[in-house]
Nanobody, 123 residues
Framework: QVRVVESGGGLVQAGGSLRLSCTAS????????MGWFRQAPGKEREFVAA????????YYADSVKGRFTISRDNARSTAYLQIHSLKPEDAAVYFC????????????????WGQGTQVTVSS
């Protein structure tokens, strides 16, 4: 079992920036894939980004590419999602995910999920 905890959500003006953080414990952090999904009200959960075990490979949904950056600090057992140029459609609950297969085409099926952190975008 892996415990996943994300934080950093909040209310940000459209065009602004935000950084989400995520810790994962219960397994050696440096061996597992980390990622982010999001779910807006009335919509299905969607993939946002993922990063492989050593940070060498990253994957992004087309909707966030160029604005979001996923990174990890294995020494701190922490993954991050740096968000820039926030759009109203970015408003959602953001879920950090851990472990599970990550394929070269970006397909990712996480095994563990955090509780979510709310990102709200004002206009």
């Amino acid at each position: 079992q892996v415990r996943v905890v994300e934080s950093g959500g909040g209310l940000v003006q459209a065009g602004g920036s935000l950084r989400l953080s995520c810790t994962a414990s219960g397994r050696l952090f440096s061996t597992i894939v980390m990622g982010w999904f999001r779910q807006a009200p009335g919509k299905e959960r969607e993939f946002v980004a993922a990063i492989n075990w050593n940070g060498a490979s990253t994957y992004y949904a087309d909707s966030v590419k160029g604005r979001f950056t996923i990174s990890r600090d294995n020494a701190r057992s922490t993954a991050y999602l740096q968000i820039h140029s926030l759009k109203p459609e970015d408003a959602a609950v953001y879920f950090c995910t851990a472990d599970g297969p990550l394929y070269d085409n970006g397909d990712y099926s996480p095994y563990y999920w955090g509780q979510g952190t709310q990102v709200t975008v004002s206009s």
